[in-house]
């Protein structure tokens, strides 16, 4: 039989009320456990309300990984602009962090009332190294996912021991190591073959 | 109210830091939060750090928490706000300029170019957070556990973060 991974292309369906867009997004928001949202915003965007097609998903993780703000955040910005203009967008973000928000409101609280009890210390002291485990691995799939060359693992280096051993503020090291990082990553005219000509040939470097 | 104006301008300044994932600005969050304002101590931060992964959407929404524990339920409200309308709104104008930015030679190299300063940074935020964290044989070991279970299996982390958390309260109670 055919692969089960290819995804029949299925009609996309008709843009969403901004009631129900929000609904959608607040549901999102209500359901990622766990962290990695970005795939149960694919679920949900793609395969269960089809308002999106992959190819645009890809291309809109693409901006939000670029660009400062959370990634969760920024997917819903775009989503619900390209679905509802801006509205979609400000209620596209409502509603994916309105239930998490409220409920680390709620954690204040809690903490407040609870927080000098032995036995939540306790939970709260372990859970925050399993967090360190799991931010561990975040890192290395980012790492996975964005290096490609000796260079690249140098300005990892150096931003680690910028911000992590110098305490180097991390305006500075992202302005700072960023600049030399894009500019070593500098477009280059022989990068750029004329894509008229297939018997353009790249001078070996 | 001066309370609240330094809520919005160290929240809205931290957001723009988040490159990569909020993990990225943990050491500027703790620097202001626990060294400059004193509005948190580094364990509190740690708490809702690791609270934060446990709620359900985007993973920084701990911000609310420090809000809240300073200023109620207006202080939340304002963190949130100066936390994701700057960049979310610099976010929707770069959505909508995007198309017109692909020829744009720069791009790529922007994309190419900030990857390894992400990965540095989310690095960074995780030392910082381990020197607090990793204070014995115990806390080590779950750190390492968890690691070594994400990296294995495609288990949900809050699994086994809560299952932390419950050994915690178990050797406790020992």
Redo the contacts between chains.
Sequence with gaps: MSKPVAVPALPLAPPPSLWRLFLGFFIM?????????IAYLRTGLVTHYRWLDDETFV??M?????????????MS??AG?RLRG?PG?LLG?LG??????????A???A??VG?DD??SK???????????????????Q??A????EIA??V??????V???FL?V???Y??VG??AV???????RKTG?PDAKDPEHKEPAS | MKQLLDLAGAFGYISLLTVGGGMAAFPELKHLTVDTYHWVTFPELMHYYSLGQLAPGPNMMMVASIGAQVAGLPGAAVVLMAFILPTGLFTFGIGRLWNHLDKWPWRASVQRGLGPVAVGLVAAGAIVLARGALTNTLTITLAVGVFALLMLTKINPAIPIVASGLVGIVLYLI
């Design positions: 928001g209500a359901t990622s456990l766990g962290g990695g949202v291309e809109l693409a901006i939000s990984q670029s660009l400062p703000g959370l990634n969760a955040t920024n910005i775009l602009d801006w967008a973000a994916m962090c309105l239930p998490g928000a409220s409920l680390m409101t954690a204040a609280f903490v407040g927080g032995p036995l306790a939970f709260l002291h372990a859970i925050a190294a399993g967090a360190v485990g799991l931010v561990t691995v975040v890192g290395v980012l790492g996912k964005m290096l490609y690249d693992y300005f990892v280096a150096i931003t680690i910028l911000v992590a305490h503020s991390v305006l090291a992202l190591v960023g990082a894009i500019w070593w990553h500098r477009p750029l």
